[in-house]
């Protein structure tokens, strides 16, 4: 075999088109084959067919065909975020745009671990995260509004400040230096984990991590990584969490505190009263940190974005523009109020970021990450969010709320089957009417297994339910009603 060519360089893009043209067309033949939203038969069909499709991982000769043939092989057994059946996850069906955008994100393949690796990865990113924390925290670069120069003392929070329900107002003397920032992370994980180191940083080891009873199980997770004390929960008996009995945690428990709230649980898509928990902390002098992985995409609908009212006033913020964002995976990002906590991940390595380099202009990229070699990830949303504009965002983001709210009213107008709560955002949780817990999470694994629907389950209220988390734009109301078809015709148990 001759040497395979390379994805860049002046022969690249020729290298490239006819390999996307099998990639296409094995895409094209492998989601025919599987014919539904994910594949038939459950783990065991899907491990044979992948066995077969793979025959030997290292043969001593390669095959020229296996691209073809391991994408057709992948595509067949994918459960597939597209099919409007397919919708038990925060798992979204990725732009076309952005997955072409990702392509040469993969071609280029710049690392954002020091500027000699991304010249223009790493000012895209810069541009691109600081536009997306000023969404967070309501501050634009052009217009007229109040301002605030210096970031508030520790501890104080800034309802004052612009924010998601306020007009933006600009800040011509707030320097790059002092306003918000985001980092660009692999998701809501390593978001709250850096808002968690960040928070130990600013306030100590002994901060103490304080969470609802609803909030996503990587903050346990993260407290324990980094060597935390186990965070106290905070009851969320209707679903998010309770006020005063945050308020009452703070009175009782020694401090420093970190206040998580979430902005869009993961099992039933609510959103914490954030005003109120804001207030509470800024009484109490805890830090703040939104986990708004699922729901911070509502920034983009003007309907929707006041239900994220008080975000601005957390010190750092989660997004996840691989949920309501419609991008492939990875793309995350923490928003951080105020870019001096930052100074926490400053490294130094002599191959990456010498003194000199730097004092000579070179740009310092390993502070924004705990990584060192990064994609570009930024690259697709910077794509989309030019393509699609904030109007063409918002649609989708209003579209998949409305199929929420029409999901919501079949089920209601239902005899047989019982619908736990009208959607805040767009999660819809259901179950048969009179059902034990059993037939429930049957329904969800017949379905699964005959290839049909990918439903979720969650335990709420001490009972389980079927989860319709809807982040497909396209999804039609007949798609709606033909789901809760397959739901009524499972046989039982
Ligand atoms: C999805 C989710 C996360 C985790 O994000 P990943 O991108 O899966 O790491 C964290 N918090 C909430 C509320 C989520 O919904």
Known sequence: MSTPPLASGPEGPHALRPLLTTVLDALHTGGRARGGPLPAGGPDAVAARIREAVADVLPEEGDPDALRRLVHALAEGAADPAHPWCAAHLHCPP???AVAADLAA????????SWDQAPAASELEELVTRALAREVYGETPSGAGPHRRTAPPRGATSHDAPGPDDAPGPDHALGPDHAPAALAT??????????????REALGAGVRPVCGANAHHSLPR???????????????????LDPAALDAALTDLPGPHLVTATAGTTDAGLI???????AICSTHGARL?????????????TRHRHKLAGLSAADTVTLDLHKLGWQPVAAGLLAVRDPHDLTALHHHADYLNADD????GLPDLLGRSLRTTRRPDILKTAVTLATLGRTGLGALVDQVCAHAHRLADLVDAHPALELHDRPTLSTVLFRPTGADDDTVAHIRRHLLHQGHAVLGRTRLDGRLWLKATLLNPRTTPDDLAGLLKLVEGTPPP
């Open 289 to 301: 940190h939104v986990d708004a992985a699922y729901g911070g995409g509502l920034l983009f609908s």
């Open 222 to 240: 993260a407290a324990w990584l980094l060597g935390l004390p186990e965070p106290v929960t905070v009851p969320a008996p209707a679903g998010t």
């Open 357 to 360: 380099d730097t004092e000579a």
């Open 106 to 113: 993969s071609a280029l393949n710049p690392s954002l671990d």
């Open 186 to 199: 692999t998701g809501g994980t390593e978001s709250n984990q850096l808002a968690l180191l960040l928070a």
């Open 272 to 278: 914490d009263p954030l005003p109120e928990i804001a």
């Open 95 to 97: 732009l076309a745009v």
